[in-house]
């Protein structure tokens, strides 16, 4: 969960890379060395940036190594990055920086950064530090992206889960949540990104999850690492994280958050209106504006075909089922070719039929759908189930056919 660009780190990589693989072979880690998890709270600044980050802290002062494993780099410079991002083929690496560095970055942004020393011992802390380097040969150091399950956050915990001698114990959860309710907590100020989640996101997403799965999120990471236990193989059980402190005080800046009235909610409602306004000018003069519904519905054609392509072509996790494809759909697209030409007049009619009555059992059963729908998609289809329920109307009683 955090950006950088290849240009940035390409000479750096070369160097730590060959200073790594010279102290794994000549100078294995001494008895001061300290492995820490190093979690970074969430911040407003990027989009990437309110789910927080994890890496891990590698400091032996005997042997001068004080680098953080981060496996949340990506570069925006790949080719075909965004439709690789949108296919669910994003590659993260693991990145290696100096510790002052890595937490200077933060600093500077006002992101808290908290530091938990792990309860290991020396055999462990080397496993550790092997497979880090293991992990960051050139031909492994990438990996495909998956936010829930493969993630900056999820990798740390499975390192140490690995090498650690004995089984960790993790909390029991206090309140079972799902995946949207996590993540729809971490964009609560982006009200607009929280809308395009809900709108990507499928019915899976809201299935209760596991509390090892909360893990996905950075700061749900930390706390079950603070409370953690591990059972040692002779019976013995002691705390997973030594000790905890706060490298870097977060500056909260309430200016930072934007607050618009241009919410969702707001603007969906507004369109809904104009659409109601529209609608009330065409049957008090009965008339038929056939551009209305063309543009209308070409554009809920290209958003359904975002939705299918992410539906059914793209490889990422909890997007289907996804119950917004019944009014959202490519169909849409194919209604405007009936709309638009007069000898298609009756399948157009019959399509403003099926869709008038889908969408309609949509709203009827809104809150017995399986899936949580953001309350703005409702202004939205109910603009698409008048257009099709005053298109059933003219059909009724003849209006605008004449001029069609």
Same mark, same amino acid.
């Given at each position: 969960m955090q950006k950088t660009t290849k240009r940035k780190y390409g000479a750096l990589t070369l160097l730590l890379l060959l200073f790594l693989s010279v102290q794994a072979q000549n100078r294995p880690l001494s008895s001061q060395a300290q492995i820490s998890l190093l979690t970074v709270a969430p911040s407003d600044d990027e989009v990437y940036t309110v789910y927080g980050h994890s890496a891990l802290r590698i400091q032996d002062p005997a042997n001068k190594i004080n680098h953080v494993f981060n496996y949340g780099l990506f570069s925006f410079s790949k080719p075909n990055f965004i439709y690789r991002f949108a296919k669910g083929e994003t590659d993260y690496q693991l990145g290696v920086s100096h510790f002052n560095d890595f937490l200077l970055e933060y600093e500077m942004r006002g992101s808290q950064v908290t530091e938990q020393i792990l309860a290991l011992d020396s055999m462990e802390k080397a496993q550790v530090w092997n497979a880090l380097l293991l992990n960051y040969r050139p031909e492994n150091r990438e990996y495909r992206y998956n936010f829930f399950f493969d993630n900056c956050a999820t990798r740390p915990a499975a390192i140490i889960e690995k090498q650690l001698h004995g089984e960790i114990r993790f909390p029991q959860q206090e309140k079972a949540q799902s995946f949207r309710d996590m993540i729809n907590y971490c964009t609560?100020?982006?009200?607009?990104?929280?809308?395009?989640?809900?709108? $990507? %996101?499928?019915? *899976?997403?809201?299935? @209760? =999850?596991?509390?090892?799965? !909360?893990?996905? %999120? *950075? @700061? +749900?990471?930390?706390?079950?690492?603070?409370?953690?236990?591990?059972?040692?193989?002779?019976?013995?059980?002691?705390?997973?994280?030594?000790? !905890?402190?706060?490298? $870097?005080? !977060?500056? =909260?800046?309430?200016?930072?958050?934007?607050?618009?009235? #241009?919410? *969702?909610?707001?603007?969906? #409602? %507004?369109?809904? @209106? %104009? =659409?109601? $306004? =529209?609608? +009330?000018?065409?049957?008090?003069?009965?008339? +038929?504006?056939?551009?209305?519904?063309c543009l209308l519905f070409f554009t809920a054609g290209i958003a359904g075909c975002v939705l299918f392509f992410l539906c059914f072509i793209s490889t990422h996790p909890c997007i289907w089922p996804n119950w917004s494809i019944i009014w959202l759909h490519p169909f849409d697209l194919i209604a405007v070719i009936l709309f638009a030409v007069k000898k298609l007049r009756k399948a157009a009619d019959w399509y403003h039929f099926i869709n008038f009555a889908a969408l309609t059992l949509l709203l009827a059963g809104w809150h017995f759908i399986p899936q949580h729908l953001n309350t703005a998609f409702i202004p939205l289809v109910m603009s698409l189930w008048l257009r099709s329920g005053y298109s059933v109307y003219r059909k009724i009683w003849n209006i605008g056919y004449e001029k069609f």
């Open positions: 609560r100020n982006h009200p607009w990104l929280t809308f395009g989640c809900d709108l $990507a %996101l499928g019915s *899976p997403t809201d299935q @209760l =999850i596991t509390a090892r799965e !909360e893990m996905f %999120l *950075p @700061l +749900y990471l930390k706390e079950a690492f603070s409370q953690a236990k591990v059972t040692r193989t002779d019976g013995t059980q002691k705390n997973l994280v030594e000790s !905890e402190r706060i490298l $870097a005080e !977060e500056m =909260i800046d309430d200016s930072d958050i934007e607050s618009s009235f #241009w919410t *969702p909610m707001v603007c969906c #409602w %507004l369109f809904f @209106l %104009l =659409i109601v $306004a =529209i609608t +009330y000018i065409e049957w008090s003069r009965q008339k +038929y504006f056939r551009i209305v519904d």
